[in-house]
């Protein structure tokens, strides 16, 4: 029987076989700081035999700015199963625990590495052209509350470098900070096309979209006596999520939205769990609150 090893020579953990008891830790976490590309094989597929090394190959010449785990469904269903993998190979890829493109069948080569390519572009990089520092010092000014003078720094930095997502990212973030939700919004619309759906600024629109409900949020205290009062009452503990998270209590609004989404994950054409994105979207992959928050939602779906 033939097993598709990793290609020689790569990391240890750049590409790696799992299974269904460590796809969490594996693929759900470890995609948290790069994108992770999961291969759903058999040993008996014939295309998975040209695939496997293929993309293999492609994720080691990325350089670790991509990783591979690699799924054989005979032994391993349950993932395969919540995935939907009807035919393999299957291959998607995750970013920030979640799945965010994908193929079926055997690809040829070049179309691997345009794949690979892609996917590992959305783990981002370093500043380049000179003006990485300028935009360090930008975002220091922002953490420490001069966020018009950010707001300087990061329109000088869009002088020079006008598809810069970071500047246009932080931009955005400097007028949500002086709260002014309209001028963030037509900043982000008027962002150029090539980078619109660059991660950093689909957080920002996350932000956004938080500081639109923020300003309709209710009292804390009468939504949290009407769930005390009615579990049930679905409506009045996403409201109360939203009040939580608009008085900065993130982490307890996450864990209002995880109940709603454990009582009924279809209720308002799952509302809990597009807000749960929403809200770990608008803040770091690695905040601890984003990374316990997808770690419990993913348990929920899969359980």
Same mark, same amino acid.
């Given at each position: 029987?033939? /097993?598709?090893?990793? +290609?020689?020579?790569?990391? $240890?953990?750049?590409?790696?076989?799992?299974?269904?008891?460590?796809?969490?830790?594996?693929?759900?976490?470890?995609?948290?700081?790069?994108?992770?590309?999961?291969?759903?094989?058999?040993?008996?597929?014939? #295309?998975?035999?040209?695939?496997?090394?293929?993309?293999?190959? !492609?994720?080691?010449? $990325?350089?670790?700015?991509?990783?591979?785990?690699?799924?054989?469904?005979?032994?391993?269903?349950?993932?395969?199963?919540?995935?939907?993998?009807?035919?393999?190979?299957?291959?998607? $890829?995750?970013?920030?625990?979640?799945?965010?493109? &994908?193929?079926?069948?055997?690809? #040829? #080569?070049?179309?691997?590495?345009?794949?690979?390519?892609?996917?590992?572009?959305?783990?981002?990089?370093? !500043?380049?052209?000179?003006?990485?520092?300028?935009?360090?010092?930008?975002?220091?000014?922002?953490?420490?509350?001069?966020?018009?003078?950010?707001?300087? +720094?990061?329109?000088?930095?869009?002088?020079?470098?006008?598809?810069?997502?970071?500047?246009?990212?932080?931009?955005?973030?400097?007028?949500?900070?002086?709260?002014?939700?309209?001028?963030?919004?037509?900043? *982000?619309?008027?962002?150029?096309?090539?980078?619109?759906?660059?991660?950093?600024?689909?957080?920002?629109?996350?932000?956004?979209?938080?500081?639109? /409900?923020? !300003?309709?949020?209710?009292?804390?205290?009468?939504?949290?006596?009407?769930?005390?009062?009615?579990?049930?009452?679905?409506?009045?503990?996403?409201?109360?999520?939203?009040?939580?998270?608009?008085? &900065?209590?993130? /982490?307890?609004?996450?864990?209002?939205?995880?109940?709603?989404?454990?009582?009924?994950?279809?209720?308002?054409?799952?509302?809990?769990? +597009?807000?749960?994105?929403?809200?770990?979207?608008?803040?770091?992959?690695?905040?601890?609150?984003?990374?316990?928050?997808?770690?419990? *939602?993913?348990? *929920?779906?899969?359980?």
């Amino acid at each position: 029987m033939l /097993e598709l090893d990793a +290609t020689p020579n790569a990391p $240890a953990d750049l590409i790696k076989d799992s299974d269904d008891a460590q796809f969490a830790k594996d693929v759900i976490e470890a995609s948290q700081s790069v994108p992770v590309i999961v291969d759903f094989w058999a040993p008996w597929c014939g #295309p998975c035999k040209t695939l496997g090394p293929a993309i293999e190959a !492609a994720v080691t010449k $990325a350089g670790g700015a991509v990783k591979l785990v690699k799924i054989d469904v005979d032994a391993n269903q349950a993932y395969a199963s919540q995935l939907q993998v009807q035919s393999i190979p299957t291959v998607y $890829a995750f970013y920030q625990g979640r799945p965010v493109d &994908g193929f079926q069948g055997a690809l #040829p #080569p070049s179309e691997i590495d345009a794949f690979v390519e892609k996917i590992a572009a959305m783990g981002g990089g370093a !500043a380049d052209d000179g003006l990485g520092a300028a935009i360090e010092a930008a975002e220091q000014m922002l953490a420490e509350g001069a966020a018009a003078d950010a707001a300087e +720094t990061f329109a000088a930095i869009l002088q020079e470098d006008p598809a810069n997502a970071a500047a246009y990212a932080g931009l955005v973030s400097a007028y949500l900070a002086l709260d002014d939700v309209d001028q963030a919004e037509a900043i *982000l619309n008027g962002a150029p096309a090539e980078i619109s759906t660059d991660p950093l600024l689909e957080a920002v629109h996350a932000q956004i979209t938080l500081a639109r /409900e923020a !300003a309709k949020a209710g009292p804390v205290g009468d939504l949290q006596a009407a769930v005390d009062s009615n579990p049930d009452d679905h409506q009045a503990r996403f409201d109360l999520a939203t009040a939580l998270h608009a008085s &900065g209590e993130v /982490e307890e609004a996450v864990a209002q939205l995880l109940e709603l989404f454990r009582r009924d994950r279809e209720w308002n054409d799952g509302a809990a769990k +597009t807000q749960l994105f929403t809200i770990f979207d608008a803040r770091e992959a690695k905040d601890p609150i984003v990374l316990n928050g997808r770690r419990k *939602l993913s348990s *929920l779906i899969f359980a």
